[in-house]
């Protein structure tokens, strides 16, 4: 709730996206034992529109049939995916180029022989069983004619990177032009269901008992649809972090603060540029709560001396959304794991920074 409020949501959309981010977690950890691979296991899929914001166990494609009176919801359905054309081209016709379209018999002798590889290629996927087709390809009408007569829900022109994820979730075969259809190259779901939203088609395909998830987003502006976007991103990882380690420190600056003043005390035991180093280290962590105080409108300079005047008499304070020094209210919290990350992160480049500034002047 905290990470996504803090990239400047609404209170009401930031409590939509942590009740989303944790069905989804939730669902993920259940299905996946070990590391979570948030890039791999979830898709985010934005639109403008709305607002509004969904999760399903399973993958969003924001797709087209290949005809609109094609069927529109299956249950259990078999999947089929191919990466090839399910089209016939004249040169496979005619490979020796040696007949013209000079006639109306001649171009009918060619519709006829055209139709008739099609219905073998239309037979040959409706033999399979399978009940909803995806194809990297394009696909001729008259097989999809044929696949609507045999109710089937066909989509084409494709993106490889959907058709992969696809393929991972479900089970199914990649199938190559040249590959005979076995019951085993279909996949699986629970539900095939197309639907329309804001104008537009989308396919949600549910597939609860494999680690994927899908998160799809509606804002009317593009401004608002990349902050939700960044809100769900960072409650995400959040959520990951501390389902693997639950460990949580006060937010609102309060652990940097104090970070702080025990990094003081210990350049305290030091000498030299040893100890100008680890106070600047000190001042570095204090930066946080100030560059907060900064951001809420808050006098700075006021607000860490208030902290400090808070954490002398043993209050832990935090700056707060109310544009104030407190102990009360809502707590804020932050994941342990995350706030270890940064410091580390940040310590690391600046020794690098560091080192790149000793060996130019060496030069």
Same mark, same amino acid.
């Given at each position: 709730m905290c990470s996504a409020t803090g990239k400047g949501i609404e209170k009401h959309q930031a409590e939509a996206v942590t009740d989303i981010v944790l069905q989804v977690i939730k669902?993920?950890?259940?299905?996946?034992?070990?590391?979570? +691979? *948030?890039?791999?296991?979830?898709?985010? =899929?934005?639109k403008k529109g709305g607002p509004?914001?969904?999760?399903?166990e399973g993958l969003i494609l924001d797709e087209n049939p290949a005809r609109e009176d094609m069927p529109d919801e299956f249950e259990n359905p078999a999947v089929l995916i191919?990466?090839? +054309? *399910?089209?016939?081209?004249?040169?496979? =016709?005619?490979?020796q180029h040696n007949l013209k379209m000079d006639s109306v018999q001649t171009a009918l002798l060619f519709e006829d022989r055209k139709k008739q590889i099609c219905g073998g290629i239309a037979r040959k996927i409706i033999d399979s069983g399978a009940n909803v087709l995806f194809s990297e390809g394009d696909i001729d009408p008259y097989i999809e004619t044929l696949l609507r007569d045999s109710n089937i829900l066909a989509f084409k022109k494709l993106k490889m990177k959907d058709l992969e994820k696809l393929a991972e979730a479900t089970g199914t075969t990649l199938m190559s032009q040249q590959d005979e259809i076995h019951p085993c190259d279909l996949g699986k779901a629970d539900s095939i269901r197309l639907e329309k939203k804001n104008g537009e088609n989308f396919v949600?395909?549910?597939?609860?008992?494999?680690?994927?998830?899908?998160?799809?987003?509606?804002?009317?502006?593009?401004?608002?649809?990349?902050?939700?976007?960044?809100?769900v991103d960072d409650a995400l990882n959040n959520a990951a972090?501390?389902?693997?380690?639950?460990?949580?420190?006060?937010?609102g600056g309060a652990i940097e603060f104090e970070l702080a003043h025990m990094v003081r005390l210990f350049a305290a035991t030091q000498t030299g540029k040893r100890q100008l180093a680890v106070q600047a280290y000190a001042e570095a962590l204090e930066k946080i709560p100030t560059i907060l105080a900064r951001n809420m409108g808050m006098n700075a300079i006021d607000a860490m001396a208030q902290m400090k005047n808070s954490y002398a008499r043993g209050i832990e304070a935090r700056i707060d959304l109310s544009r104030r020094v407190t102990d009360k209210g809502p707590k804020v919290y932050d994941s342990a794991t995350v706030k270890k990350l940064a410091i580390i992160a940040a310590t690391e480049t600046s020794r690098n920074v560091l080192r790149i500034d000793e060996i130019v002047p060496k030069k």
């Amino acid at each position: 709730m905290c990470s996504a409020t803090g990239k400047g949501i609404e209170k009401h959309q930031a409590e939509a996206v942590t009740d989303i981010v944790l069905q989804v977690i939730k669902h993920l950890n259940e299905k996946q034992a070990g590391r979570l +691979d *948030l890039n791999r296991n979830i898709k985010i =899929l934005k639109k403008k529109g709305g607002p509004e914001i969904v999760a399903l166990e399973g993958l969003i494609l924001d797709e087209n049939p290949a005809r609109e009176d094609m069927p529109d919801e299956f249950e259990n359905p078999a999947v089929l995916i191919t990466n090839y +054309d *399910l089209k016939i081209k004249s040169g496979y =016709l005619n490979p020796q180029h040696n007949l013209k379209m000079d006639s109306v018999q001649t171009a009918l002798l060619f519709e006829d022989r055209k139709k008739q590889i099609c219905g073998g290629i239309a037979r040959k996927i409706i033999d399979s069983g399978a009940n909803v087709l995806f194809s990297e390809g394009d696909i001729d009408p008259y097989i999809e004619t044929l696949l609507r007569d045999s109710n089937i829900l066909a989509f084409k022109k494709l993106k490889m990177k959907d058709l992969e994820k696809l393929a991972e979730a479900t089970g199914t075969t990649l199938m190559s032009q040249q590959d005979e259809i076995h019951p085993c190259d279909l996949g699986k779901a629970d539900s095939i269901r197309l639907e329309k939203k804001n104008g537009e088609n989308f396919v949600f395909i549910a597939v609860k008992d494999k680690a994927v998830a899908t998160i799809l987003i509606w804002e009317p502006v593009k401004y608002g649809l990349d902050k939700v976007e960044e809100a769900v991103d960072d409650a995400l990882n959040n959520a990951a972090f501390l389902l693997k380690n639950r460990e949580i420190v006060n937010g609102g600056g309060a652990i940097e603060f104090e970070l702080a003043h025990m990094v003081r005390l210990f350049a305290a035991t030091q000498t030299g540029k040893r100890q100008l180093a680890v106070q600047a280290y000190a001042e570095a962590l204090e930066k946080i709560p100030t560059i907060l105080a900064r951001n809420m409108g808050m006098n700075a300079i006021d607000a860490m001396a208030q902290m400090k005047n808070s954490y002398a008499r043993g209050i832990e304070a935090r700056i707060d959304l109310s544009r104030r020094v407190t102990d009360k209210g809502p707590k804020v919290y932050d994941s342990a794991t995350v706030k270890k990350l940064a410091i580390i992160a940040a310590t690391e480049t600046s020794r690098n920074v560091l080192r790149i500034d000793e060996i130019v002047p060496k030069k």
